[in-house]
């Protein structure tokens, strides 16, 4: 007598797994790190953000010298959020980036 | 007369490329050629060219499966180099973040496993507990797969009080459940007849190969680095390490299975031994003259990182051994001698992991022969 | 005249291709359906494998250069051809089947047996090693079940008085209940039922064509229209191997009244083909695929001996 065959009974009466994405979302946990929002009233433009990026997708613009982050080379590690001293980072819990054009996906 | 079955590059037992050059005759295996570099990408080579702090989020994407464990292995090797010591409360969160990622890399093999041999439905149930920890990933490090718990000179996150009573809930289910896979693994007759004889390595060819992890325990070779060379806090552990006798295919898969039950204990005594305190201290920039190596126990064996400084903040030379890559020649043993059928699950037996393999080239006889085969295929092209 | 019409109706609506394809089909949707909750996830739709088959007879027809296209063009042609033509020797409405004069239990096995054969030649005709792999493997296997599945059958014949029509059993159980009811024909019911699921192709005994292993055994090849009408032959295969399993043992197409509501054959008949395919169902999910030699001892001693048993026993008492 097989051991899987109460299993494999018992899961046809039982509600599936499957989490039915997207009708139906996931709580996301408050650790996670989803893309980088930017506060830019925050920032001095002490430039130690494109110096710790791992990835320097991190730019700082011409004329107004704040940070925009091109999210086709962010990884999400979280270091912008640790480092910077003003706290002008923060972790979203935004995941969902799927774009059409991978230029125009910045973050700013 | 002997006749040639291509197992890859794209092969559906295959994740990844590699290409295998099997020779049958009927069904018997006389002869295996083994070829990889599919997949190099130059990582060494990257990981020169970035400062150490940088070069830790590099070293954690060699593999996808394995990450924790690789930037725990740098880390390592790196701290020995610059001679810092990492506080006691980081090394228990790199104990959890090490022993979480073994769950689910046991588990994922498992699922493979059982695909390999047709048996999809518990293919399909090990996925859905191996939800279960990277569920857990995402709650303590926020992140399923690359969680970067470890940072250089400490942990990277905090682990809180709150997510305890959840990750001990979600332990308790875990471990119901793989007790019950263990019991249906060995003794199911369907499962039984596939992995039992098949693929055996001898003790004295695990050896003699150097094969590591649970390939080598699988065929009774004692060897762990979490307890004969200690790191982060397995020296305060206690735990068992799981050697079988038998060296075939379902003594692997009970060595793994195994194993993640003594994960299990080993977080719950981390957690409750776990000393409050900081998490990091202070790394300096720039890195003293020095040269050190690192090992860890990733979940296929035994991984090690060998970091050389010479004062700037970047590193001279990393050279990584990874554990895959030295299980790869045990696989010929295991083949020669079965049967075509059993090719993908003795494969799979060893635990590949292609991206961890491939950073390097090989530079021995298999690419002598290489280079002379392609010239060969250039010449029939050319016609 | 219309005789010829009635044939021609019968082998295109109602039971030939129209009819077997829809029901093949649609039991092919309910096994998947079925087999992804007993994997604790939402399987396809009931429909999708209607949506399968149109999908590919909408792709580009290639035959591969080192395959000898004769063969390989006419391989699928004649499976369906042959499983389809079966639907016409089984009683399926009522005890007589649409051709009554050559419905015979010799030629349907004849029959069953042709999309086996050319699976194999066209997997030797494919020119790749993964078909010429798969191909040895069918005709071994093929020896194993094959032997399983005469003896059961044949038992079942010898219980009544050794006629090989199907009709005639089929009126036999109508009077005197359903043949598994016999304690004698007991194991050569279970005999048949295992040697079904491997002449279906299906785990335990899905060598052929292991997916894993060898890609996709003698189908590694085909695409477009011609892995079309494979699927469809097979999964017509499935309806017809049922079908000819319920009749030898489950009663047949037997009109039922329960409860004041009138049940007409053909209902009753389908109801107890999808309880054989849902039996085979739950078969593939609780075990993993053994190997060829593996499955070759195992129907040689197991199924072989049931079937054996009963003969003896039916034969004797």
Not at chain 2, 130 to 152: K, P, V
Not at chain 2, 333 to 360: F, H, K, N, Q, W
Not at chain 3, 241 to 247: G, I, L, R, T
Request: aromatic residues 8%; charged residues 20%.
């Amino acid at each position: 007598m097989p051991r899987i065959l109460p299993d494999v009974l018992k899961n046809l009466f039982r509600k599936p797994a499957t989490v039915k994405y997207p009708k139906q979302r996931r709580e996301l946990p408050e650790n996670f790190r989803g893309k980088p929002v930017i506060d830019k009233e925050k920032c001095i433009s002490c430039g130690l953000c494109v110096k710790i990026c791992p990835d320097n997708a991190i730019t700082l613009d011409e004329k107004t010298k704040k940070p925009r982050i091109w999210m086709g080379l962010c990884m999400m590690c979280g270091r912008c959020a640790e480092l910077c001293p003003r706290k002008v980072f923060t972790m979203s819990k935004e995941f969902e980036l799927a774009t059409y054009d991978k230029y125009k996906a910045i973050s700013e | 007369m002997t006749f040639i079955v291509p197992i890859g590059p794209q092969h559906p037992a295959l994740e990844e490329p590699a290409h295998f050059r099997i020779e049958v005759k009927g069904e018997e295996i006389v002869g295996v050629d083994l070829r990889l570099g599919y997949n190099h990408k130059g990582i060494e080579q990257a990981l020169s060219d970035r400062s150490y702090a940088h070069g830790l989020y590099l070293s954690a994407r060699v593999c996808g499966i394995c990450n924790s464990t690789h930037s725990l292995a740098f880390t390592r090797a790196v701290e020995s180099v610059a001679g810092i010591e990492c506080p006691d409360r980081a090394r228990y969160i790199r104990v959890i973040d090490a022993e979480l990622e073994r769950i689910h890399s046991h588990l994922l093999w498992a699922g493979i496993a059982a695909h390999e041999i047709g048996f999809t439905t518990l293919f399909m149930l090990f996925w859905r507990d191996r939800e279960l920890s990277l569920d857990m990933r995402e709650l303590l490090f926020g992140h399923r797969i690359y969680a970067s718990g470890t940072y250089l000179g400490g942990a990277r996150v905090d682990i809180k009080e709150k997510d305890i009573p959840q990750l001990i809930r979600t332990l308790a289910k875990l471990e119901k459940s793989v007790k019950h896979y263990i019991d249906v693994c060995t003794s199911d007759r369907t499962i039984i007849a596939r992995c039992s004889g098949v693929g055996v390595l001898k003790k004295k060819d695990a050896l003699e190969l150097c094969a590591v992890g649970p390939t080598a325990r699988a065929s009774g070779v004692d060897f762990d680095i979490r307890r004969d060379d200690p790191y982060a806090a397995y020296d305060e552990i206690s735990f068992d390490v799981i050697v079988e006798r038998d060296g075939d295919v379902l003594a692997k898969v009970v060595v793994r299975l195994r194993e993640i039950l003594e994960s299990i204990g080993i977080i719950r005594q981390a957690i409750d031994a776990m000393p409050k305190g900081a998490i990091r201290t202070k790394f300096p920039e720039n890195v003293p003259e020095n040269e050190a190596v690192g090992r860890t126990e990733a979940p296929r064996g035994e991984l090690m990182y060998y970091v050389r400084s010479n004062g700037t903040n970047k590193p001279e030379r990393v050279r990584i051994r990874t554990p895959s890559y030295a299980n790869w020649p045990s696989a010929k043993p295991m083949l020669v001698g079965g049967t075509i059928a059993e090719i993908p699950i003795v494969v799979a037996s060893i635990d590949p992991c292609y991206s961890c393999t491939d950073r390097v080239t090989i530079v021995d006889a298999e690419t002598g022969k290489f280079r002379i085969m392609t010239k060969e295929e250039l010449r029939r092209l050319r016609r | 005249m219309i005789e010829a019409l009635g044939y021609v109706l019968a082998f295109f609506v109602f039971p030939g291709i129209l009819f077997a394809s829809a029901v093949g089909l649609l039991f092919a949707g309910i096994d998947r359906k079925l087999t992804g909750h007993m994997q604790h996830r939402i399987g396809p739709p009931i429909w999708q494998e209607f949506l399968d088959v149109g999908k590919l007879f909408g792709k580009e027809d290639i035959t591969p250069a080192a395959a000898n296209s004769f063969v390989f063009n006419c391989a699928p042609l004649l499976c369906f051809g042959a499983v389809t033509a079966v639907m016409l020797l089984l009683p399926i409405n009522s005890s007589q089947p649409v051709l009554t004069s050559v419905a015979d239990l010799i030629v349907i096995i004849y029959l069953l047996n042709i999309p086996a054969v050319c699976m194999m030649l066209a997997g030797y005709a494919s020119g790749c090693p993964f078909g010429t792999t798969g191909s040895s493997r069918y005709v071994v296997q093929l020896f194993g079940y094959e032997l399983a599945f005469i003896t059961a059958a044949l038992s079942v014949a010898a219980k009544v008085g050794w006629s090989l029509s199907l009709s005639s059993i089929v009126s036999y159980q109508a009077q005197n209940g359903w043949m598994v009811s016999q304690v004698a024909l007991i194991p050569a019911a279970i005999a048949i039922l295992i040697a079904a699921q491997g002449k279906l192709l299906r785990v335990p005994f899905d060598i052929p064509e292991a997916e894993s292993e060898i890609v996709h055994g003698s189908l590694t090849e085909y695409s477009g229209p011609k892995l079309a009408i494979l699927r469809i032959a097979y999964n017509i295969e499935l309806f017809v191997v049922a079908a000819v399993v319920v009749n030898l043992f489950f009663g047949g197409p037997v009109p039922h009244t329960i409860g004041g509501v009138y049940i007409p054959g053909v209902v009753s008949f389908l109801i107890k083909c999808f309880g054989i395919v849902v039996l085979s169902t739950v078969i593939r999910n609780i075990a993993a695929r053994l190997r060829i030699d593996q499955a070759l001892k195992f129907f040689w001693t197991f199924p072989t001996l049931l079937a054996a048993i009963s003969l003896f026993l039916v034969v004797v008492t």
